[in-house]
């Protein structure tokens, strides 16, 4: 029979605002199922000291810490008429005590049970590992039944992915009856480009944007359009001959010209200046030409890879900065481009004796040529591609008129 509960004399003797705090640390050793009946409480108030003297039976004592029994504690609750024993009381004064043990187990135990529901295999392998399940509990703020609902929203999308150019707006239209719901920071997009990570090139700075784009969706398929000029297409040409154009993220996503590029170079600027200045000079005998106009964006990287998964052979230059070299190592890493005239001696030779400076602090290390960091850190001068143009002009006219045979030295 269950021994009746004082809880007047209870409140008196270990309740209160001051014991607060030695409640609590009696109510965890229970919590964390320690069974061990000799323990030791540090830095006790002399509020808390006094009430387990009290309670004990204790000579006071001037000191902050205390060798206690648990069995000893129990007796004196009940020999004191206040509880059948400590835990009863602190359940009297703060409520029922909870099995972390078991309650930890039993997450564990619902969780798996989710994981086990991803049957879509790009998620199935995210979850396989500790990251993807770590990005799971952060997405839906530690809630199995949060990162249920996110598994589920997920595998609809992956099902569709690569898409054929349909717009990320539409795509979560057709799914989730709501435009916006595939927005950049939603938890369920991350969950959805780390799953498909595995299948897009490898670009730490590449945005969701580009990311959706190698996935087959547009995000404002209309925005920053790719500069291009005479690239060969196996039937009807996509631009007047010798005259540049662009192509928008939509139509590459969408309707991509069958490229006639297998085993034929092309060359890829920064600056949409040096397309301008080839078609001026060269027009229908310019070699084929892009223009990633700065860091690409999805466009600029649609057509690159098309063009290298074509067979192209792609020959970069940009500007002699270090945003150009960060550039340069993005377009040779990812599309497997190599470098036109853009090395150390081509530095060497362009630099000029005074000019705009770079900031030896912001260096970016060249990963093509281990020179050309050392050679711009030494003579410290910005180099524009649009500085060194006509440097570049022949090897383009050359190039055409050989038949697509790079005839750089």
């Not at 106009?293 to 940009?318: I, K, S, V």
Request: glycine share 6%; with cysteine.
């Amino acid at each position: 029979m269950e021994m009746p509960v004082d809880l007047e004399r209870l409140r008196r003797l270990l309740g209160g605002a001051d014991l607060a705090v030695l409640r609590r640390r009696l109510r965890a050793r229970y919590e964390r199922s320690e069974w061990r009946d000799v323990f030791t409480l540090n830095r006790l108030s002399a509020a808390e000291r006094r009430a387990l003297e009290g309670l004990l039976g204790r000579t006071a004592k001037d000191a902050g810490s205390m060798r206690v029994y648990a069995s000893e504690l129990d007796g004196a609750v009940a020999r004191a008429g206040l509880a059948s024993d400590l835990r009863a009381a602190l359940e009297f004064l703060d409520g029922p005590l909870q099995d972390r043990q078991a309650a930890r187990l039993a997450l564990e135990q619902t969780w798996s049970a989710v994981v086990s529901q991803a049957d879509e295999p790009r998620l199935k392998d995210l979850l396989s590992g500790p990251d993807g399940m770590m990005l799971l509990r952060r997405l839906s703020a530690g809630s199995p039944e949060h990162a249920a609902s996110l598994l589920i929203q997920a595998r609809n999308v992956l099902a569709r992915l690569p898409a054929c150019g349909i717009s990320r707006a539409q795509l979560a239209a057709e799914i989730f009856g709501d435009s916006h719901a595939l927005d950049t920071g939603r938890s369920v997009v991350k969950l959805i480009l780390r799953a498909a990570s595995a299948s897009l090139s490898p670009d730490i700075e590449a945005r969701p944007r580009e990311q959706w784009a190698q996935l087959g969706v547009a995000v404002n398929e209309l925005a920053r359009p790719v500069l291009h000029l005479n690239l060969p297409v196996k039937s009807n040409a996509v631009s007047p001959t010798g005259e540049p154009d662009y192509l928008s993220l939509r139509k590459l996503l969408r309707r991509s010209p069958a490229w006639d590029v297998a085993g034929r170079e092309i060359f890829v600027c920064e600056n949409p200046e040096i397309v301008g200045i080839a078609a001026d000079r060269l027009a229908a005998d310019c070699a084929p030409m892009v223009c990633t106009d700065g860091m690409p964006a999805a466009a600029q990287r649609t057509l690159l890879a098309q063009l290298a998964n074509g067979g192209a052979r792609l020959r970069y230059h940009g500007d002699f900065d270090w945003p150009g070299v960060n550039i340069g190592n993005f377009v040779m890493q990812a599309f497997g481009a190599m470098p036109w005239r853009f090395g150390a001696a081509d530095y060497l030779s362009a630099c000029p004796d005074d000019g705009l400076e770079l900031r030896a602090e912001e260096c970016v290390e060249a990963r093509w040529d281990d020179q050309l960091s050392k050679a711009m850190l030494a003579k410290r001068m910005t180099v524009h591609e649009e500085a060194i143009v006509a440097t570049l002009l022949p090897d383009l006219a050359t190039s055409a008129k050989t038949g697509w045979q790079h005839a750089i030295d």
